[in-house]
C-alpha cells in the first residue's frame, strides 16, 4: 500500500510540475552540464598525451598553450580513458602533443586541432581521441570525432 501512495504522490507532482511549467522546464532539468574527452589508444604501445583546454571558446591558440589548463595522460596500448570537465570549463581543448612510446621516450608524435564549443562540439557531447599507427610504426595518427549529446530512453 505504501508503494502505491508513494507512486501516485510521484506522479502528481510530475503532472503538477508540468502544467505549472510546461515540457521545456523539465527538459531545461535535463541538459547536460559537461564534455567528455575519450583518449583511445588502438595502438600496441602505450602514447602519452599532452591537451590544454580553456573557458574561453574564443581563446586563441598560442594562448591555451600558455594559459589554459594542461590536461596529460598516458594511456597504455589497447585501453581507453576519459576525462569530463564542465562545460564552463572546457570551451576550448587543443592535443598539443602525442607520443608513441616505442622505446622509452622515442617514438613518432602527433597533434590535432584546436576545437571550439559552439563551433566544434557542444556541451554535453564527447570529443573521441583515437590514436592507430600501422606496422610502419613511424605511421602515427589521431583521428578525431564528435560524439553528440543525446538523451538515453532507457529502452
Known sequence: MN?????GTLGALGITFMSNFGCS?????LQPTSVTVQIVNNGS????TTFYIDDDENILEILIKEFGTK???SVQAGETISITRSCDDLR????????LQIVGS???????D?????????????LVYTFTHTDVLLDFDVAVSVQPFTLSTGS
Not at 508503494?3 to 507512486?7: D, N, R, S
Not at 522546464?25 to 532539468?29: H, Q, T
Not at 622515442?106 to 590535432?112: D, I, L, T
Open 3 to 7: 508503494k502505491c501512495v508513494a507512486l
Open 45 to 48: 604501445f602505450p602514447v602519452d
Open 106 to 112: 622515442v617514438g613518432p608524435e602527433a597533434n590535432a
Open 92 to 99: 576550448a581543448i587543443i592535443l598539443d602533443d602525442a607520443d
Open 114 to 126: 584546436i576545437l571550439r564549443e559552439g563551433e566544434d562540439f557542444s556541451c554535453g557531447d564527447t
Open 25 to 29: 522546464a523539465l527538459l531545461g532539468l
Open 71 to 73: 590536461i596529460e595522460n
